[in-house]
């Protein structure tokens, strides 16, 4: 018996470690891995709103399981791409300091 | 407390730790090895939700693809150990405090004052665990969310075929 507002509360609470994480770290794998917190909070929220919402029914209800399922596949894109990029960053300038980064040019 | 309650209260205080963890770090293997940690904990609230599948699947693609992919790119940058640099803005820091705690203390008032959330999350029954419950999501997802689906695979396509050109950049300077 869990009210539904303690996991939105530690969705909440994740998402903003993530957020902090992206502010205060320089090291560009590892905001990386605090966006992933972030969009594993906002997985959480959605697991939780839906099944609220299948208990208040009374009826299955997969929406918020299938939207997560998108999100999952939209992270893995996500992280392939960006890894390539930090790869491609690494050989060019020989650091990953994210202060450098600031020219598109390689 | 029922038994449920004090599952949640352990996992949601693993969770946070290894998520602070994660964060503050010094090691990035050690913080990857965190974040491995803070997604199993959440498939287990997955699973307390009634969602056995996200769950399964939030531990096969997050803490296995995503998170073997991270390891694998830490390790060959040689990147774990990184000299903590100057701050290019030393008021950075104590700016991203405040930040995360104002961010922090307000959804929760939001999500107290104005949200009318008074569900209680009861255990699933064994019925969210059974081969039907599999069949009526996978109806779901193939026919109101056939496009979505579809436009997704498109996407995974598209992120492949870029991940591919970026790192096969000297290949393609050689032969030019």
Same mark, same amino acid.
């Given at each position: 018996? +869990?009210?539904?507002?303690?996991?939105?509360?530690?969705?909440?609470?994740?998402?903003? +470690?993530?957020?902090?994480?992206?502010?205060?770290?320089?090291?560009?794998?590892?905001?990386?891995?605090?966006?992933?917190?972030?969009?594993?909070?906002?997985?959480?929220?959605?697991?939780?709103?839906?099944?609220?919402?299948?208990?208040?029914?009374?009826?299955?209800?997969?929406?918020?399981?299938?939207?997560?399922?998108?999100?999952?596949?939209?992270?893995?894109?996500?992280?392939?791409?960006?890894?390539?990029? +930090?790869?491609?960053?690494?050989?060019?300038?020989?650091?990953?300091?994210?202060?450098?980064?600031?020219?598109?040019?390689? | 407390?029922?038994?449920?309650?004090?599952?949640?209260?352990?996992?949601?205080?693993?969770?946070?730790?290894?998520?602070?963890?994660?964060?503050?770090?010094?090691?990035?293997?050690?913080?990857?090895? =965190?974040? %491995?940690?803070?997604? %199993?904990?959440?498939?287990? =609230?997955?699973?307390?939700? #009634?969602?056995?599948?996200?769950?399964?699947? &939030?531990?096969?693609?997050?803490? #296995?693809?995503?998170? %073997?992919?991270?390891?694998?790119?830490?390790?060959? /940058?040689?990147?774990?150990?990184?000299?903590?640099?100057?701050?290019?803005?030393?008021?950075?820091?104590?700016?991203?405090?405040? /930040?995360?705690?104002? /961010?922090? %203390?307000?959804?929760?008032?939001?999500? =107290?004052? *104005?949200? &009318?959330?008074?569900?209680?999350?009861?255990?699933?029954?064994?019925?969210?665990?059974?081969?039907?419950?599999?069949?009526?999501?996978?109806?779901?997802?193939?026919? &109101? =969310?056939?496009?979505?689906?579809?436009?997704?695979?498109? /996407?995974?396509?598209?992120?492949?075929? #870029?991940?591919?050109?970026?790192?096969?950049?000297?290949? *393609?300077?050689? *032969?030019?």
């Amino acid at each position: 018996m +869990i009210p539904v507002d303690y996991y939105i509360i530690l969705s909440a609470i994740l998402f903003t +470690i993530g957020a902090l994480g992206v502010l205060i770290r320089r090291n560009p794998l590892i905001i990386f891995m605090s966006i992933e917190l972030m969009l594993n909070a906002a997985n959480l929220a959605f697991v939780a709103f839906g099944r609220s919402w299948e208990i208040t029914s009374g009826k299955p209800f997969y929406t918020g399981q299938i939207f997560v399922f998108f999100v999952i596949a939209v992270a893995a894109a996500e992280v392939a791409v960006g890894l390539a990029l +930090i790869v491609e960053i690494f050989k060019t300038k020989k650091n990953i300091n994210i202060d450098e980064m600031n020219s598109l040019k390689g | 407390m029922t038994s449920e309650l004090i599952v949640f209260l352990v996992l949601s205080l693993v969770a946070i730790s290894s998520a602070l963890g994660m964060a503050f770090s010094r090691n990035a293997i050690y913080s990857a090895l =965190f974040l %491995v940690l803070n997604f %199993v904990t959440v498939a287990v =609230f997955y699973l307390l939700l #009634g969602a056995p599948l996200i769950a399964m699947s &939030q531990i096969t693609v997050y803490a #296995g693809a995503i998170m %073997v992919l991270f390891l694998f790119v830490i390790m060959l /940058l040689g990147a774990e150990n990184l000299a903590p640099l100057p701050q290019a803005m030393p008021w950075q820091r104590p700016l991203a405090f405040i /930040l995360a705690v104002t /961010l922090v %203390v307000e959804s929760i008032y939001l999500i =107290f004052a *104005r949200a &009318q959330l008074d569900t209680v999350i009861t255990a699933p029954d064994a019925a969210a665990n059974s081969m039907e419950s599999l069949r009526e999501m996978a109806m779901t997802l193939f026919n &109101q =969310f056939l496009l979505p689906f579809e436009i997704t695979s498109i /996407l995974l396509l598209v992120a492949m075929v #870029g991940a591919i050109v970026l790192t096969n950049r000297e290949k *393609r300077k050689a *032969r030019a």
